[in-house]
C-alpha cells in the first residue's frame, strides 16, 4: 500500500511539471521525430516507465507469494512440534524425581 501511495505521489509531481511547462518541444526517437506538448511526452514517459516496470514487479510478487505459502506450510507442523515439546518439558517438570527419593533411603 506504501508503494502505491508513493507511486501516486510521484506521478502527482510529474502531472504538476508538466502542466507548469506546457510549451511544444521537439520529441526525436530513433528515427522518429515530432513536436508535442510537454505535458504529453511528460505523461507518456511515466506511463511507458511504469508498464515497462510492472511485469518484473509482478512477477516478484507472485515468486514472494508462493515463497510464503511454502513456509508457511512447514511453519505449522513446526509450531505444533514445538507446542507438544514444551508440554512434556512442563509435564517433566511436575513430575517428582523418583531417583532422588530412591537414593534417600
Not at 7 to 35: C, D, K, R
Not at 65 to 91: F, S, V
Request: neutral net charge; hydrophobic residues 50%.
Amino acid at each position: 500500500m506504501k508503494y502505491i501511495i508513493f507511486s501516486l505521489g510521484i506521478a502527482l509531481l510529474a502531472v504538476m511539471f508538466a502542466v507548469q511547462n506546457s510549451m511544444v518541444v521537439p520529441v526525436s526517437f530513433l528515427t522518429f521525430s515530432f513536436e508535442a506538448s510537454l505535458v504529453v511526452v511528460i505523461t507518456l514517459s511515466a506511463i511507458f516507465g511504469a508498464l515497462i516496470i510492472w511485469p518484473p514487479t509482478l512477477f516478484m510478487q507472485v515468486r514472494l507469494h508462493r515463497k510464503i505459502a511454502q513456509l508457511e506450510e512447514i511453519q505449522q507442523p513446526l509450531e505444533n512440534e514445538n507446542k507438544r515439546l514444551k508440554e512434556e518439558l512442563l509435564k517433566l517438570k511436575k513430575q517428582p524425581d523418583t531417583e532422588a527419593t530412591q537414593t534417600d533411603s
